[in-house]
C-alpha cells in the first residue's frame, strides 16, 4: 500500500513530514533545483562546512510554519475577542485550506533565488529580486497545474511566500497578513528562526542557537495594543521573553561574525565582478525558464575555466576566487572615524581609488534598517510592548559594516599613506589634493 505521509531526515528538526499531496511539490523542477544553490553563497570557502543547501532550509521553513500554525491557532491558546474574529474555526473548512496554503508558502518562499543565493542578487534588472522571481514561479504554468490539483490558490500562495512587503498585486486581510509574518516576519518569522539555527550547525559556531521550542509553545496571536482595538500581530506569553531575546541575539551574532564577516564578504564581491563578465550585458536572467536551468553548478564550471585561462573575461575575478587570492581587508569601520565623519569608510574608499586605481580597491557597506523587537506580550492577561518588557531589546546594537578592501600587491604602501592621510579625508580637509 502507498504510504500517505512521508519522512524525510533532518539534522535539526529530526522528521520533517508532508503528506502525499504536498510531495508533489516538492518533485518539481523550480524545488529540486534548489538542491544546487548553495544557502550561504561562498562561505564553505571560510567555514568549510557551510555547504548547506536551499533545500534543506526551505523543508525546514515549512515543518517550523506548521508547527507555528497549530500553535497559534489552538482554541486553547486564543484568548482575546479580537482574535477569535479572525482565525477561522478548526471545524472550518478554511482551517486546514490556510494550513495547506502556509506550508506549501513555507515551502516556496526562496524559490526564486539566484545562484549562490544572495551573492548574484544585485545583478538582477531595476525592479527585481529573488522574491519577485519567487511570485513569478509560483505563478507559473509549471506549478499552476499543481496547485489546482491539491486544490488551493497560487495566490494565496504567493501572498504569503513574500509577504506584503513584497507583494504589491492585492491588500492582505489581517490574517494574511498574521500567516505571512509567520514565514517572513521581522520578529517571529520561521524562515528567520531556520537559517539562524540551521547556519550555525553547518558553519560550526555556537551563535545561531536558541531555544525555537520554547519560543513557538509561547507564540500567540494578540492584539497589538492593550485593549484589543489595533489590528493583531504575532507575540509571545511572557514565559517566551528569555528565547525572544535569544534570537534577537542569535541573529546580532551571526550577522556580526558569520554573515557579514570580512573574508566571507569579499567573496561575493568578486563573484558579482565575475559574474558581470559572465553574463550578457552583466544582468542575470529574469525568464523564469532562463532562471530555472542556472545554478551553482554551471557557475561553478565556468569560474574553473576561466580562473586558468588568461583570455577570459573574468579571468582575474575567477582565480581570486579558486586560488584563494583575494582582496584583503584594508579599512573598517572604526568608531573614533565615525564620530568625527558618518561617511569616514565611504571617504576613505574614494580617496583611495584615486590613489592606487578603481581596479585595486572594493567597499562593502551595510546598516541595519530595521530591529523587529517591538512585538506584543501577554502577561497576567494584558498586553505590553517587548520593549518596555525587556533591557535586553532595547539595548541590541544596529548591525553596521564599512569595509574596504585592496589588492595585496598594494596593501603595504595603501597602510602607511593612510595612517598619513587619514585625518585629511576624514575631515574632508585638502580630499582633492591627496
Known sequence: MAKHMHEIRDPLHVFIRLDSNERKVLKTRPFQRLRHIHQLGLTYLLYPGATHRRFEHSLGVMELAGRVYDTVTDPSNISHE???????????????????????????????HLPFSHSAEDLLPDGWDHERLTLEIIRSDELEPIWKEIKI???????????????????????????????????FGVDRMDYLIRDSHHVGVAYGKFDHY?????????????????????????GGLHSAEALVLARYFMYTQVYYHHVRRIYDIHLRDFLKKWFPGGYLPIDVEEHLKMTDNEISVDLFKAARHEEHPGHDSARRIIDREHFKLWYQRNPNDIQKNP?????????????????????????????????????DGRISSSLAMSEVLKTVPIVA???????????????????????KIITKKEVEKI
Request: aromatic fraction near 10%.
Open 82 to 112: 479580537s482574535v477569535k474574529n479572525v482565525v477561522p474555526a478548526h471545524n472550518s473548512y478554511e482551517h486546514p485550506y490556510w494550513r495547506r496554503v502556509l506550508r506549501m508558502a513555507a515551502l516556496c518562499h526562496d524559490i526564486g
Open 153 to 187: 490558490q497560487s495566490d494565496d500562495v504567493a501572498k504569503l511566500a513574500v509577504g506584503p512587503k513584497k507583494y504589491k498585486d492585492s491588500a492582505f486581510t489581517d490574517w494574511e497578513a498574521i500567516l505571512s509574518e509567520i514565514i517572513v516576519g521581522d520578529a
Open 214 to 238: 520554547r519560543l513557538i509553545d509561547t507564540m500567540r496571536i494578540l492584539p497589538k495594543e492593550e485593549g484589543g482595538s489595533a489590528e493583531p500581530a504575532l507575540g509571545i506569553e511572557e
Open 343 to 379: 561617511e569616514a569608510g565611504k571617504l576613505i574608499f574614494d580617496a583611495a581609488r584615486k590613489k592606487f586605481g578603481e581596479a585595486n580597491m572594493r567597499f562593502d557597506t551595510y546598516k541595519q534598517k530595521g530591529s523587529g523587537l517591538n512585538f506584543p506580550i501577554l502577561i
Open 401 to 423: 559594516v564599512d569595509y574596504v578592501f585592496i589588492n595585496p600587491d598594494y596593501r603595504k604602501e595603501a597602510e602607511k599613506w593612510l595612517k598619513e592621510e587619514r585625518e
